[in-house]
């Protein structure tokens, strides 16, 4: 036993609750690389997506480019890539046989026997790799020798991944990956600690190619001592919209403790598809699914109006806080098929509202002069007039309109909540998910604490310090905590549960303005009128 004396601790009961900062948006579409069914993050520029989802032909190109749209405003982009599985399929050797390999997960399922390497995602872009290996007795005088730094020894090989057509970087023969001092040797190393397992490097680190049976590796197969060649063929992209799997491309951002977003954009996919994009989000409860109608309903259509109206209440009929409508598509240019092409504007809408998050606050709307300008338009399929905005908007969908002199505008900030409600505008909704998120999270310090006064003061005052932080940033004009023995009754306190009531008055958009003008005659006292 200690000899009498004070001793000390110290016991933290503080909770500070962060607002949180994520702006991602997320889209699900057609591409002609990437894995299938799985999240891919942009956090760049066009270099990066080209190099992760590959270069645009004619099936993809309204997916890239809606992609390509978001990120000129807003980074980062999660995508998801959707295929038609009954007949995608990623190239093999000639001597091989095709298969489809969508993703990580399937490279450990399926049988590659007979097949040295393949393409590492499904699509026609495997079809220009080429893969050259070359081992210690073939390397000297290999042609791409002086590529490497070091030789092979007994049982190592280097290898290059080459573009063979051109097809991926435009540019024929272009070495796209290398790899120095590889074995077929489960678990081998490098002197530096590095795999040397040519398998799992490729797994790792490949953006092009992966193996499959390493016996067909059989270094006198190009006829060159030493060296063998192989170059990939019969890869099929499963681009066709109306086959792809888009309701399972789509449960890839169903999770919302996996995945932080504040968006999804529905791009050109099908009706359906956006339908279940739409309820994803609803699910969620925590990200915002933004839609544009059909070309067809807007480009060279006399009754667009009443088109895009039936579009949405009859085709896509959600009611719901989670979804925004745009009316409008845009015409961009296409540069990698040197023309003008139409995509939809929900990806324009979507990065505005993401882009509020970053520039301003999550409760400012994203509409309007100020912030609600759009970028990199040609022209539009069409500008509907003020009598139809009108229409449009009664039906909660949001214009997208030219202004001569003041550029190309999104003129609308509700939500496809067709009831009078605060949630009916898309900064409200925007300000809950911010303000949910935020003390969720900080509320999960509260798990197994006591329910006792201590614990419920700790928890007001922090909502209490965090709502009027908001306050001072003009997202809330009133609010109230309760968390005592009021909604902490013996019955919730003997089911192990804990109860904070937060009531929130938010700050609205400003939709209509109206300036009254009054003439007045001459000797008439401003202040008289002004009191009448």
Not at 188 to 197: C, D, I, L, R, V
């Amino acid at each position: 036993m200690a000899s009498p004396g004070v001793i000390t601790r110290e016991k933290d009961v503080s909770l500070n609750i962060n607002s949180i900062e994520s702006n991602a948006s997320s889209m699900v579409g057609l591409f002609r690389w990437g894995p299938i069914n799985e999240l891919v993050r942009i956090t760049t520029n066009e270099s990066e997506l080209v190099q992760k989802m590959g270069r645009p032909d004619s099936a993809t190109t309204i997916s890239f480019h809606s992609a390509l749209n978001y990120l000129t405003y807003v980074k980062p982009l999660y995508i998801v890539r959707a295929v038609d599985d009954a007949v995608a399929l990623n190239a093999a050797p000639s001597t091989g046989t095709p298969t489809i390999v969508g993703n990580d997960g399937d490279y450990e399922t399926v049988d590659l026997t007979g097949n040295s390497f393949i393409g590492h995602y499904p699509g026609t872009l495997g079809n220009s790799l080429k893969i050259s290996v070359a081992d210690d007795s073939g390397f000297s005088g290999w042609e791409y020798e002086n590529d490497f730094e070091f030789a092979p020894q007994t049982g190592e090989f280097n290898v290059v991944v080459v573009d063979e057509d051109g097809e991926i970087t435009g540019t024929a023969g272009t070495i796209l990956e290398s790899y120095e001092l590889m074995t077929k040797v489960e678990g081998s190393k490098k002197p530096n600690g590095a795999s040397a397992y040519i398998t799992k490097v490729l797994q790792d680190q490949s953006q092009y190619v992966l193996t499959g049976d390493l016996d067909e590796i059989i270094f006198t197969e190009s006829g060159s001592l030493g060296i063998y060649d192989v170059s990939l063929t019969g890869g099929v992209d499963g681009n066709d919209s109306a086959n792809a799997d888009f309701s399972t491309a789509a449960q890839a951002l169903s999770n919302s403790e996996t995945l932080d977003i504040i968006s999804t954009f529905t791009s050109a996919v099908p009706a359906a598809s956006k339908g279940t994009l739409i309820d994803t989000m609803v699910t969620r409860q925590d990200a915002v699914a933004f839609v544009a109608p059909e070309l067809d309903d807007v480009y060279n259509n006399p009754t667009a109006a009443d088109d895009v109206v039936d579009y949405f209440n009859s085709t896509i009929n959600k009611n719901t806080s989670y979804a925004f409508y745009v009316d409008n598509w845009k015409l961009v240019y296409d540069k990698y098929a040197d023309k003008n092409i139409w995509i939809p504007t929900d990806s324009d809408a979507a990065a505005l509202h993401s882009r509020v998050f970053v520039q301003n606050e999550p409760w400012f709307s994203p509409a309007g002069l100020n912030r609600g300008q759009l970028k990199n338009v040609i022209k539009l399929a069409w500008n509907p007039n003020k009598a139809q905005r009108d229409v449009l908007y009664k039906e909660s969908i949001n214009s997208v309109v030219a202004f001569p002199g003041e550029g190309t505008v999104l003129f609308g900030d509700k939500t496809t909540l067709k009831r009078p409600s605060a949630f009916s505008r898309l900064n409200v909704r925007s300000l809950f998910i911010v303000l949910k998120k935020s003390i969720a999270e900080a509320s999960k310090f509260q798990l197994f604490e006591l329910n006792d006064q201590i614990t419920r003061n700790v928890f007001r005052n922090a909502v209490d310090r965090y709502l009027n932080s908001v306050q001072g940033r003009r997202g809330i004009n009133r609010y109230s905590v309760v968390c005592d023995e009021t909604n902490n009754t013996p019955q919730v306190i003997n089911s192990n549960e804990f109860v904070g009531d937060i009531y929130i008055d938010p700050a609205r958009s400003i939709n209509t303005i109206k300036l009254n003008f009054i003439a007045v005659d001459a000797g008439v006292s401003f202040e008289e009128i002004e009191g009448a």
